[in-house]
């Protein structure tokens, strides 16, 4: 439905404590600002400073492994133990100094990484090499139900640690074909147990997180990073999408973040233009209440404006558009614009 008073300044109220200032989502991009040992540094702080320059009512930090058999790059944020928090706290304490809700994505790589980085063997739901684009990696070992408690203790002290911080919301990073990506997808989950074999089995990891992590921190938002399909033959389809992101809504969470593709987040070859990976999030933003998260080649303020007037999604990510240059991205996509504009344009 077309809302000629909604556009990219519009305020969004996620719940009675908070409110986004405006539609704009700075989404997790890893910065390699981290040291060997995942520990913020200086560079992450200032890299955060100059993000909040955009002006986004929303910044997500990075995704950051919640266990060392999770981390996938030398130089990635962790959130895996107590010591972490004090720099953590500093990139929660820049982002909301800049006027934007902070946020953390919590991520474990599960089979998508390789030993160098995790110490040791890959931990998978079945033991299927995950396809991603770039490389063939190893065979990862099928997860027995203990080592299933441990990614849920992991998870649940990793959103601990990020409530210590100061962060204002969590997301689970179950997108690009990172460890909960391989839970819900028929490609990597062939379990026949409890964990896997339909759709909601498959998302059980998942909404067993959210749920002890909702009722750990009744205040804190909660987004899930989803795929809106892992574009694979045989892979999690759109429909599938739906009914995950209805359940994660039912279990008390407060937006959910759609990206796409096992392979990675890259365009497929198929997409062109800003959003091109908006279609899925249109979908399931029309079977939600939740705001949605949109991304893909997002750039302009006026196509922002064409989403949310239109109520295809209720946020924008804007990711390389705004690594790029934050400050100039403001300057031409937010500043100097009356109400009124909004009324005549589109
Ligand atoms: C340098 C870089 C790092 C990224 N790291 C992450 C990440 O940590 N977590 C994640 O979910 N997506 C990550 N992404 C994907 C972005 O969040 C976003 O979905 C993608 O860049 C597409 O949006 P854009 O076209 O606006 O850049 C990364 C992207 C870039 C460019």
Same mark, same amino acid.
Request: glycine share 10%.
């Given at each position: 439905?077309?809302?000629?008073?909604?556009?990219?300044?519009?305020?969004?109220?996620?719940?009675?404590?908070?409110?986004?200032?405006?539609? =704009?989502?700075?989404?997790?991009?890893?910065?390699?600002?981290?040291?060997?040992?995942?520990?913020?540094?200086?560079?992450?702080?200032?890299?955060?400073?100059?993000?909040?320059?955009?002006?986004?009512?929303?910044?997500?930090?990075?995704?950051?492994?919640?266990?060392?058999?999770?981390?996938?790059?030398?130089?990635?944020?962790?959130?895996?133990?107590?010591?972490?928090?004090?720099?953590?706290?500093?990139?929660?304490?820049?982002?909301?100094?800049?006027?934007?809700?902070?946020?953390?994505?919590?991520?474990?790589?599960?089979?998508?990484?390789?030993?160098?980085?995790?110490?040791?063997?890959?931990?998978?739901?079945?033991?299927?090499?995950?396809?991603?684009?770039?490389?063939?990696?190893?065979?990862?070992?099928?997860?027995?139900?203990?080592?299933?408690?441990?990614?849920?203790?992991?998870? =649940?002290?990793?959103?601990?640690?990020?409530?210590?911080?100061?962060?204002?919301?969590?997301?689970?990073?179950?997108?690009?074909?990172?460890?909960?990506?391989?839970?819900?997808?028929?490609?990597?989950?062939?379990?026949?147990?409890?964990?896997?074999?339909?759709?909601?089995?498959?998302?059980?990891? /998942?909404?067993?997180?959210?749920?002890? /992590?909702?009722?750990?921190?009744?205040?804190?938002?909660?987004?899930?990073?989803?795929?809106?399909?892992?574009?694979?033959?045989?892979?999690?389809?759109?429909?599938?999408?739906?009914?995950?992101?209805?359940?994660?809504?039912?279990?008390?969470?407060?937006?959910?973040?759609?990206?796409?593709? =096992?392979?990675?987040?890259?365009?497929?070859?198929?997409?062109?233009?800003?959003?091109?990976?908006?279609?899925?999030?249109?979908?399931?933003?029309?079977?939600?209440?939740?705001?949605?998260?949109?991304?893909?080649? /997002?750039?302009?303020?006026?196509? =922002?404006?064409?989403?949310?007037?239109?109520?295809?999604?209720?946020?924008?990510?804007?990711?390389?558009? /705004?690594?790029?240059?934050?400050?100039?991205?403001?300057?031409?996509?937010?500043?100097?614009?009356?109400?009124?504009?909004?009324?005549?344009?589109?």
């Amino acid at each position: 439905m077309k809302n000629l008073t909604t556009h990219r300044l519009t305020p969004l109220k996620l719940t009675n404590q908070i409110t986004l200032s405006n539609r =704009i989502v700075v989404p997790p991009m890893a910065s390699g600002t981290s040291d060997l040992n995942g520990f913020a540094t200086q560079e992450s702080v200032n890299h955060y400073t100059r993000l909040g320059t955009s002006q986004a009512g929303l910044v997500i930090v990075e995704y950051s492994f919640v266990h060392l058999s999770g981390r996938s790059e030398a130089h990635q944020l962790g959130i895996n133990n107590d010591e972490q928090i004090s720099g953590l706290a500093r990139l929660a304490a820049t982002i909301q100094h800049s006027g934007a809700v902070a946020g953390i994505q919590l991520t474990h790589a599960g089979g998508k990484t390789e030993r160098i980085f995790s110490g040791g063997a890959l931990q998978s739901p079945s033991g299927v090499i995950v396809p991603v684009k770039d490389r063939t990696l190893e065979t990862p070992s099928e997860m027995a139900l203990t080592e299933i408690k441990d990614w849920k203790d992991w998870f =649940i002290s990793a959103a601990d640690r990020a409530v210590k911080a100061g962060f204002d919301l969590v997301e689970l990073h179950a997108a690009h074909g990172y460890g909960l990506n391989q839970w819900l997808s028929p490609i990597t989950n062939k379990r026949t147990d409890d964990y896997g074999g339909s759709i909601m089995k498959n998302s059980r990891i /998942i909404l067993e997180i959210v749920r002890e /992590i909702r009722s750990q921190h009744p205040g804190l938002l909660l987004s899930v990073r989803l795929p809106g399909q892992d574009f694979i033959d045989g892979g999690l389809t759109v429909s599938d999408a739906v009914l995950v992101a209805q359940e994660l809504e039912r279990t008390g969470v407060n937006i959910i973040n759609i990206s796409s593709g =096992i392979g990675g987040w890259k365009r497929p070859g198929s997409r062109n233009g800003e959003g091109y990976l908006i279609e899925e999030a249109v979908m399931i933003q029309s079977q939600l209440s939740v705001p949605v998260i949109g991304v893909g080649g /997002i750039e302009s303020g006026a196509f =922002i404006d064409h989403l949310v007037r239109n109520s295809k999604v209720s946020l924008a990510a804007v990711g390389r558009a /705004i690594l790029k240059d934050p400050a100039s991205w403001a300057k031409a996509q937010l500043q100097g614009l009356r109400p009124t504009q909004y009324l005549e344009s589109n």
